[in-house]
């Protein structure tokens, strides 16, 4: 019994953390979840405060191999890694998030914005540099275009500049950077997302599984709770009616009496760019003692 107990609490789930443009928005994405982590300088191994997780920091273009090999038990990464890498894992749970925004990313083919080149059938014997080199492999063999694709270890946008390649496949977010190096997007290659990936070993593990998709809940939870608050007021009984029609909400508000008064409680969920407008609109039809608050989860 007491042994059963000590391996209970020494069992531990090895998670993977992305390292470079994620690193900071995943951390942060902890935190709202419930997860306290402390990166260590010149260290891969941050602090978590929970006991049952060990995590490591490891680049998204390597961690689904990592999650396959079983070196890690779950990770998060790109979507587009998990397919380039070809790797046979479990698709846990997609988490849109990314460095800038709730959006997924995406990888583009573009050229000079100069150049004469304005369809994939263009390219046809053109040079092609990229990081995401099998997946853009099987897009042109799809299309029966023949290009040559090579790996670039970055700076991917300045090898049309050169003149090292044709076009470039590459990821964006705004093509801030792809029109600051003068190149011009000509076709959209794919979306991609972060996603939460385990394992299938310790997927089948049924102590791992249930903290995997407790993990998975929580950080769902926080994403879903990005830029929507909380609203409770006071609104009067005959005023009560004409307020509960002002309101948007997940599901209907909830609607409770005060203590010895024809007054009710109102609270319900809202989108934060809708607030601006919702409470002056809320104070004219009688509503009182307003209060927004910010939400960690909804789930």
């Known amino acids: 019994m007491i042994g059963d107990l000590m391996m209970e609490s020494a069992r531990q789930l090895k998670l993977g953390l ?31 405060d929970d006991h049952e997780l060990l995590c490591s920091i490891c680049r998204p273009q390597e961690m689904s191999r990592y999650v396959e090999s079983g070196m890690l038990d779950a990770g998060i990464t790109g979507k587009d890694w998990t397919l380039e890498n070809k790797s046979d894992v479990v698709i846990v749970s997609d988490l ?6 709730r959006r997924p990313t995406r990888w583009v083919i573009a050229v000079a914005g100069d150049s004469d080149i304005h369809t994939v059938e263009d390219l046809e014997g053109k040079k092609i ?17 023949n290009v040559t694709i090579e790996f670039s270890w970055g700076a991917t946008e300045a090898k049309v500049v050169s003149g090292l390649a044709d076009a470039v496949v590459e990821v964006t977010e705004t093509e801030s950077t792809i029109r600051a190096h003068g190149l011009r997007v000509i076709h959209e290659l794919m979306q991609s997302n972060t996603q939460f990936i385990a ?22 939870g926080a ?22 029609s002002l309101l948007p909400c997940l599901n209907a508000p909830t609607v409770a009496g005060l203590y010895q008064k024809d007054w009710y409680s ?34």
């Open 18 to 48: 992305p390292k470079g443009s994620l690193e900071k928005a995943t951390i942060e994405l902890f935190e709202k979840a419930g997860w306290l982590i402390k990166p260590q300088s010149r260290n891969y191994f941050p602090e978590i």
């Open 96 to 101: 849109i998030y990314s460095k800038v925004s």
């Open 129 to 145: 540099s990229t990081e995401l080199v099998n997946v853009t492999r099987e897009f042109f063999a799809q299309k029966n275009i």
């Open 199 to 220: 394992n299938k070993e310790a997927w089948d593990d049924p102590w791992k599984r249930e903290k995997i998709e407790n993990v998975a809940l929580l950080l769902q």
């Open 223 to 244: 994403l879903n709770a990005d830029r929507i608050v909380g609203l409770k007021m006071n609104v009067a009984h005959e005023r009560l009616e004409q307020i509960i």
């Open 266 to 299: 109102v609270e319900t969920v809202v989108s934060e760019d809708a607030v601006r407008d919702l409470i002056p609109q809320l104070k004219k039809n009688g509503a009182e003692g307003i209060i927004e608050y910010a939400l960690n989860k909804v789930i």
